[in-house]
């Protein structure tokens, strides 16, 4: 029995990174004799084991066969004698095939084993396939855009963008199951550049299959009081990495991704005005949540944002009334910490633009003094004032809102 440290610890340690994640390949060894040292099987389509000290994951060196279309469409063969090379050649990408072996200590020891040159490819900054088993499963369209997005200063190998170019023509994509598809886009919107992951999704022509919302902003032009010289499709993605360098949560970050589907589907005869593309983005937006099962928090958040961020951009010419109105649309007195991530995208929205990026977001001191100022009345005092006449407490609440946020403001009732 030989135990491998395997892909992105190497990777990483190679880059000079720090190493977050450890898999180990075990070579030479049956799952009973996994157990009998006190390994703890997990694994549900092969051998997995947890280490009963670190509960590290452990798996048996293995080669796999493709019986179908999607990412379960597999068959594994697991046996003592399945090598190390046979277990690596099965993985995505070069850099991600190498390994070391680990010292009886648990410390590396020996040289890195890099049957398939991903030392070269890390050297030249490639991705690059490992084999032509990459065709075999969609989800590896889907991590590699991912790693797009956490290393943006490579690029692909030409012959891996054909390579999935002929993947999504022969409808593997179309085999992702929501739940994965949403597991590697949230990934990638947590990367240090987010847009790179729908730059090569988008290049191999996968964004138009998981994402049509977002792919057919790409060539809609923008307002001419934005920044014409680019189009929708960019200035989303200018806003999301906006997103991603100020470190924003996954919801405000999905929030600036979806903010302004409508637009993809604004008649032609009104562009570049994009009138009503508010009301359109929502509905898209729902259809795009139910269809990935997008967690709740996320496509709440980007239900405000999508509904409301030009509202928030215009604040600053509203009145007190205008202001409550606008909070109590946003729930921001039941949700204020969502509100303040309403407020990050849109500030995203106004700063992702040519020019705009170093310019105040006045928007956001003025919005944040109004809602201290509605939070601060009491609306349960404001209620025992009508115990006679219940019908009238809302408005009266409301008023006495609008009350606070214009002497807050300065603003007229």
């Not at 798996?59 to 999607?70: D, F, I, M, P, Q």
């Not at 550049?193 to 057919?216: H, T």
């Amino acid at each position: 029995m030989r135990i491998y440290a395997v892909g992105g610890v190497i990777r990483d340690s190679l880059l000079g990174l720090p190493v977050k994640d450890r898999d180990y390949v075990v070579v030479g060894a049956t799952p009973e004799q996994m157990i009998a040292r006190g390994f703890r099987p997990v694994g549900r389509d092969f051998p997995v084991f947890l280490h009963p000290e670190t509960h590290e994951e452990y798996a048996l060196a293995r080669t796999e066969r493709k019986t179908a279309a999607g990412y379960h469409g597999f068959v594994f063969h697991y046996a003592p004698d399945v090598t190390l090379e046979a277990d690596l050649i099965r993985r995505d990408l070069t850099i991600n095939a190498m390994a070391r072996e680990v010292g009886a200590d648990g410390a590396l020891v020996g040289p890195v084993i890099d049957p398939y040159g991903g030392q070269a490819d890390l050297a030249a900054r490639r991705f690059r396939h490992v084999g032509e088993a990459f065709v075999e499963d969609p989800v590896r369209i889907l991590r590699l855009a991912r790693f797009a997005a956490r290393f943006p200063e490579f690029g692909l190998a030409d012959e891996t963008a054909a390579l999935m170019r002929d993947m999504v023509a022969a409808g593997e994509v179309d085999a992702l199951v929501p739940e994965r598809v949403w597991q590697e886009v949230s990934r990638g919107l947590m990367e240090a550049v987010p847009s790179r992951l729908f730059e090569v999704l988008r290049g191999c022509g996968a964004l138009a299959r998981i994402l049509p919302e977002v792919d057919r902003l790409w060539g809609v032009p923008q307002r001419a009081d934005y920044h014409p010289e680019v189009d929708t499709g960019v200035h989303t993605m200018m806003v999301l990495d906006f997103a991603a360098q100020h470190g924003y949560a996954l919801a405000v970050r999905f929030a600036a991704l979806t903010h302004d589907l409508g637009k993809g589907t604004t008649p032609p005869e009104t562009l570049p005005r994009h009138t009503g593309h508010e009301g359109r983005s929502a509905t898209l937006l729902k259809q795009l949540c139910a269809r990935l099962r997008v967690p709740n928090a996320c496509a709440e958040l980007a239900d405000v944002v999508a509904r409301e961020h030009g509202n928030v951009h215009r604040c600053a010419s509203l009145g007190a009334a205008a202001l409550v109105r606008l909070l109590e649309r946003c729930d921001a007195i039941r949700k204020p910490s969502r509100f303040a991530e309403v407020v990050q995208a849109c500030e995203a929205d106004a700063r992702g633009r040519l020019g705009f990026e170093k310019r105040p977001y006045e928007q956001a001191d003025l919005l944040r003094v109004a809602l201290q100022a509605a939070l601060g009345v009491d609306a349960g005092a404001v209620a025992a004032q009508y115990r006679d006449a219940p019908a009238q407490i809302k408005d009266a609440v409301h008023a006495a809102r609008v009350a606070a946020v214009a002497a807050a403001t300065g603003r007229a009732a």
